[in-house]
């Protein structure tokens, strides 16, 4: 069965896009359903790990989809206009960006799926001159993921847009507030333990917990 998440990073993409460029595409699952959505878009999946790859290489066989063993966009071409990058951290995020910073003269949507530093992330395509085109989050076995999609332009965004997501911020649909809750949660458990309520930590802790109530009401 086909995740949930990947299902909705395909819902983001623009069916406007001349190609798709997959970054991490494990077993090629997006790039299936990309197919069987539209039979002439140009799709290239590349992975680094060799067992994912050759699962991703045999599923992918005879639906006219490239893939390549990489770790990046370095065989990226103006055949593709939108970048996947999904199920990795923000590190890895900006390092495979930042090697060809170049060839996003190609590219007029990004979609991501970071699974740390969503914050970070929004920050640093923003400043690449990207605006946030769509937003949702979702759980999914006990896990919260937020899919981004930036397209080409700007906009200009306060810290708690960065934050919390501009789009996300003005829906605040149930997992959103769910996502905050069990947040403050933790945040209850760790201040618990601390005895100088003076401390950096502390007082950091109880302003963030503050700005979330605020948020999700």
């Known amino acids: 069965m086909i995740a949930k998440r990947i299902k909705e990073?395909?819902?983001?993409?623009?069916?406007?896009?001349?190609?798709v460029f997959d970054v991490g595409s494990d077993h090629g699952y997006l790039l299936?359903?990309?197919?069987?959505?539209?039979?002439?878009?140009?799709l290239k999946g590349v992975e680094n790990k060799i067992g994912p790859f050759n699962h991703l290489k045999k599923n992918v066989s005879?639906?006219?989809?490239?893939?390549a063993l990489s770790d990046g966009i370095d065989d990226l071409t103006d055949e593709y206009s939108c970048i996947v990058l999904a199920g990795m951290g923000y590190k890895n995020i900006v390092e495979i960006i930042s090697k060809h910073l170049d060839k996003l003269k190609y590219i007029n949507q990004i979609v991501i799926d970071s699974h740390t530093n969503i914050d970070l992330c929004r920050k640093f395509f923003?400043?690449?001159?990207?605006y946030i085109d769509n937003e949702l989050i979702l759980k999914e076995k006990n896990i919260y993921y937020e899919i981004i999609s930036f397209k080409k332009g700007y906009k200009q965004y306060n810290d708690k847009e960065i934050h919390y997501g501009p789009i996300l911020l003005k829906e605040k649909n149930d997992v959103f507030k769910e996502k905050y809750i069990e947040r403050n949660r933790k945040i209850n458990e760790i201040i618990s333990k601390i005895n100088d309520k003076t401390s950096e930590k502390y007082v950091s802790l109880i302003e963030e917990k503050r700005i979330n109530e605020e948020v999700i009401l």
């Open 62 to 67: 005879s639906l006219n989809i490239n893939v």
């Open 9 to 19: 990073i395909a819902n983001v993409i623009d069916p406007n896009n001349k190609g």
């Open 32 to 42: 299936i359903i990309l197919r069987n959505k539209n039979s002439s878009i140009k």
């Open 126 to 130: 923003i400043g690449l001159d990207f």
